[in-house]
């Protein structure tokens, strides 16, 4: 089964963006649903956004028109660019496949003055 490793996260100021990469030790091309997931501290953890194989995505209302999801086959790599980052995006984040598999270790992303 492809393992998939989030990366990417760091500290951020406020109005800040980031990029996190979704790696996958093989070809993605095969998982069809993956999606990137977040758990602040406190908290359960939250689906933040999703992707499908034919690049279909939904988003978690409070991160829609900031965040965009994406994935490249060539680079077996899904993406979140998130832009405007306020202090309730922090949390540690994760990518998964979806229906979940196993959970990988997370990027943590801090947004703080």
């Known amino acids: 089964q492809v393992q998939l490793v989030a990366s990417g996260g760091g500290v951020v100021q406020p109005g800040g963006s980031l990029r996190l990469s979704c790696a996958g030790s093989?070809?993605?091309?095969?998982?069809?649903?993956m999606a990137w997931y977040r758990q602040a501290p406190g908290k359960t953890r939250e689906l933040v956004a999703s992707?499908?194989?034919?690049?279909?995505?939904y988003y978690l209302v409070s991160v829609e028109g900031r965040f965009t999801i994406s994935r490249g086959g060539a680079e077996n790599t899904m993406y979140l660019q998130m832009n405007n980052l306020n202090a309730e995006d922090t949390g540690v984040y994760y990518c998964?496949?979806?229906?979940?598999?196993?959970w990988g270790q997370g990027t943590q992303v801090t947004v703080s003055s």
């Open positions: 998964n496949r979806v229906p979940n598999g196993p």
């Open positions: 992707i499908n194989s034919i690049g279909r995505s």
């Open positions: 093989g070809s993605i091309s095969g998982i069809n649903g």
